[in-house]
Nanobody, 123 residues
Framework: QVRLVESGGGLVQAGGSLRLSCAAS????????MGWFRQAPGKERDFVAAITRSGDETYYKDSVKGRFTISRDNAKNTVYLQMNSLKPEDTAVYYC????????????????WGQGTQVTVSS
């Protein structure tokens, strides 16, 4: 059974930083591309960032480029999202997800999801 567990969320002031982690189990981690998505209250779940199986390619939502960095450690079965220069509009529940699809920027491509971690950015 695939299990993804996010951690690292919290409350931070605008301009601050957080590092999210997602620990994976029950899957061959290096065989999956990984993604981070977020969902704000009353809004749809939205793509944030993704990384290929080997980590050689990354993809980002335009509004987080230059501020967020996705990375992975296949030896630790963990994917990370370093978030810098946070803005109030980054406030959401952040989810990690796993996919074997070549498409990794849309929700339907991901079959396995974590439970989410809350990120709140105060102004």
């Amino acid at each position: 059974q695939v299990r993804l567990v996010e951690s690292g969320g919290g409350l931070v002031q605008a301009g601050g930083s957080l590092r999210l982690s997602c620990a994976a189990s029950g899957l061959t981690f290096g065989s999956y591309a990984m993604g981070w998505f977020r969902q704000a209250p009353g809004k749809e779940r939205d793509f944030v960032a993704a990384i290929t199986r080997s980590g050689d390619e990354t993809y980002y939502k335009d509004s987080v480029k230059g501020r967020f960095t996705i990375s992975r450690d296949n030896a630790k079965n963990t994917v990370y999202l370093q978030m810098n220069s946070l803005k109030p509009e980054d406030t959401a529940v952040y989810y990690c997800a796993a996919t074997k699809s070549a498409t990794m920027t849309v929700v339907p491509a991901f079959r396995s999801w974590g439970q989410g971690t809350q990120v709140t950015v105060s102004s």
